[in-house]
Structures are given as C-alpha cells and as structure tokens.
C-alpha cells in the first residue's frame, strides 16, 4: 500500500492548514470508483474550529456523499492538520476512522520543525494504524 | 411499509456487504430494532446507552435526525435513510 498524491495537492493541503493554524484544517481527495487515484482535492470546513479536533460538518459531510455518488466518486484521502503535534493518528484519530478503504493523510506545521512540515499516511483500520509510503508526482 | 437504509462501508460487514438494506419502523428507534434483528450488532453500532452514537450521523432523506427529534424521528414509508459515521479525530 502506498499513496501517490500530486505536488499541487500536496501544496495546497499545507497551505490550507498554514491559513487556518491555529485550528486543524481537513478535507479530501476524491477519485472515480475503484481507481484509488487521488484526483480531485476538496478542502473542508472544520466545523469544530478547534486547535485539537477535527470534524466535518454533518450537512456537508451528507452533501460530499452524495456528490462522490453522483460523480461515480469515492473517497481516496481524508486528511487533516496537526498544528502542534506530530503527523501521527491521535487517539481520537483512531477511534473515529470510519473509512477502511481510504488514505488517511496528516500533514503536521509544527514549530520544532519549521520551516520543514511533515506530510504522511496511513490505514486505519479496526483500530490498527499502518503507516505507508507517499510518493508525490509532478 | 419499507425504508431504504444506505449503509456505510464501514458497517457492511454486518449487511453481508449490501450497500443498502430495508427496514420498517414508524420511528427510527423502531427502524433501528427492526435493523438490528435482521443484521444483529448493527444496532449497537450506531446506539450507546439507549441513545445514537455522537459520532454516527443519521439523515432522513435530505435532514440529520437530530434536527428530527433523535431516536424519536418519525420514519414513513417511502423514506430513505442514510448512515454515516462522521469524519473526525483530534
């Protein structure tokens, strides 16, 4: 298992959480059915606007399901920003993955390693957190 | 009667990977016994201490269920219901 993500998403997604530090920022990458491929990138809002949790809101997170259905769409990456800690799934992270199938991406902007960030995935599946490879194109 | 349940793909494994399932109720307290005795653990995966899940969201048709009253939202024929668990961590 591994992710392959373009560099204008993998920008974009750092750029996201740089504009909303100190909360989390989140979103995903969406791709046709079955392809895994990441190819449409839609930030999301953090309807909890927290520093130290992440959630989408429900009505949008209802209208993504239904636009991924109609697209012959599926969600190939959540991902979310760490402002403080490192980009590893906390253990709210974990309890709440709620999608087997999907890269769970984590980008950290934490200030011991700037100007460098951290930009990772992972499976989270059944509680159990499988770290895999990103290789970013183009 | 009969109410459409899109199921997630997280909770397939109790559907035998259907995406979406029937079930009768006139409540979603009813649809979700209904549910359950015919995909048993369902229930308790979207139930904890009699009440919905936190981070389960319910809609019927285009509206989440807690605007519908919970548990107590009324369910009528021709109704679809979707789960989702919601996406979300720390």
Avoid at chain 1, 3 to 26: H, K, T, V
Avoid at chain 1, 92 to 109: F, K, Q, R
């Amino acid at each position: 298992m591994s992710l392959e993500i373009s560099r204008a998403f993998a920008d974009a997604i750092l750029e996201q959480s740089r504009a909303e530090y100190p909360d989390e920022c989140c979103g995903v990458i969406l791709g046709p059915i079955g392809s895994g491929k990441a190819l449409r990138h839609k930030p999301m809002l953090n309807a909890a606007h927290s520093p130290t949790f992440y959630e989408f809101d429900p009505k949008d997170l209802l209208a993504l399901y239904r636009e991924a259905d109609d697209n012959d769409e599926e969600i190939v990456v959540i991902y979310h920003s760490h402002t403080e800690t490192e980009a590893y799934p906390s253990r709210t992270d974990i309890a709440y993955a709620g999608e087997p199938g999907a890269h769970y991406v984590l980008v950290s902007t934490r200030k011991e390693i700037a100007p460098a960030t951290e930009f990772r995935s992972y499976r989270i599946i059944d509680g159990v957190v499988t770290e895999e490879p990103v290789t970013i194109t183009g | 009667m009969s109410i459409e349940i899109r199921i997630p793909t997280i909770l397939r494994p109790y559907t035998k990977d259907q995406k979406s399932v029937e079930a009768e109720g006139a409540t979603l307290s009813a649809v979700i016994t209904d549910l359950d005795a015919n995909y048993a653990g369902l229930g308790e995966r979207l139930l904890e201490n009699g009440a919905l899940r936190r981070f389960i969201n319910v809609y019927v048709n285009d509206e989440d269920v807690r605007f519908l009253g919970g548990l107590d939202a009324q369910i009528k024929d021709g109704d679809s219901i979707t789960i989702l668990p919601a996406v979300a961590g720390g």
